[in-house]
């Protein structure tokens, strides 16, 4: 236990526990094993990362359920959390749209939990401009294109088509892979998820994160010259 200089004290314990979460956003292109490692991470860092859980206008379907895979919303909600800045990031795919509120996520980083983000290279431009510095963006790649396109087809859940468009898709993706703060190359999974884990943790003990660390090394520094009779 340790006095700042203005009388605060803070321990070592209260110093780690009083960490500002931090947003961890994944981004690839398809086939590229991104979902994978999501899944992972919130299995194995639970319950200190929580999934964002955007809204959406488009109907549920019969397997989801809402609050848990989307918040189902009306266009005119929709409409009227976008004109108030409500959202971080919202997007219009096939005339529905979807977006991540603002208000719990700056809750959960607020409580020091984080947030997890399974998103595109637009979304992610979009948490940039609105809270780049909470921000730590992961670019998942696959080891070939020969690789990406097998996964591709060994999950069996495109046509042929549809493959043919996420494949073209991805030359614009990976074109950005500059703009994200690390890259991981998804050739073995275990190896990529671990390396996607040390990145969340090492980013949990940057200084910025932790507003406490300023008053508990000064206090530190004060007990030690009261010690030294300074």
């Known amino acids: 236990m340790s006095e700042a200089p203005n009388g605060t004290v803070v321990t070592a314990d209260e110093a780690e526990a009083r960490r500002r979460g931090l947003m961890l956003v994944l981004s690839s292109p398809s086939g590229a094993g991104k979902s994978t490692i999501a899944r992972q991470l919130l299995e194995q860092e639970k319950p200190l990362i929580d999934l964002s859980i955007s809204v959406t206008t488009r109907p549920r379907r019969t397997s ?57 290279i637009q979304g992610t431009f979009q948490l940039y401009e609105k809270m780049r510095s909470d921000v730590v963006s992961i670019f998942i790649l696959p080891p070939s294109i020969a690789e990406m396109k097998s996964r591709l087809h060994r999950r069996a859940e495109d046509t042929d ?12 993706e990976m074109r950005h892979w500059k703009d994200y703060d690390y890259v991981i190359v998804n050739e073995d999974l275990e190896r990529a998820f671990n390396g996607a884990r040390a990145i969340l943790q090492a980013e949990r003990l940057r200084r910025e994160r932790s507003p406490a660390i300023g008053p508990f090394i000064e206090g530190m520094v004060k007990d030690l010259e009261r010690e030294l009779g300074q």
């Open 161 to 172: 088509e549809v493959i043919l468009r996420r494949l073209e898709t991805a030359v614009g």
């Open 64 to 120: 989801e359920i809402d609050g848990v895979h989307y918040h189902f919303i009306s266009q005119e909600r929709f409409q009227h959390m976008r004109e108030r800045d409500e959202l971080l990031e919202w997007a219009e795919v096939h005339g529905n749209f979807y977006g991540t509120p603002r208000d719990p996520v700056e809750k959960a980083l607020e409580n020091g939990r984080d947030v997890l983000f399974d998103i595109d």
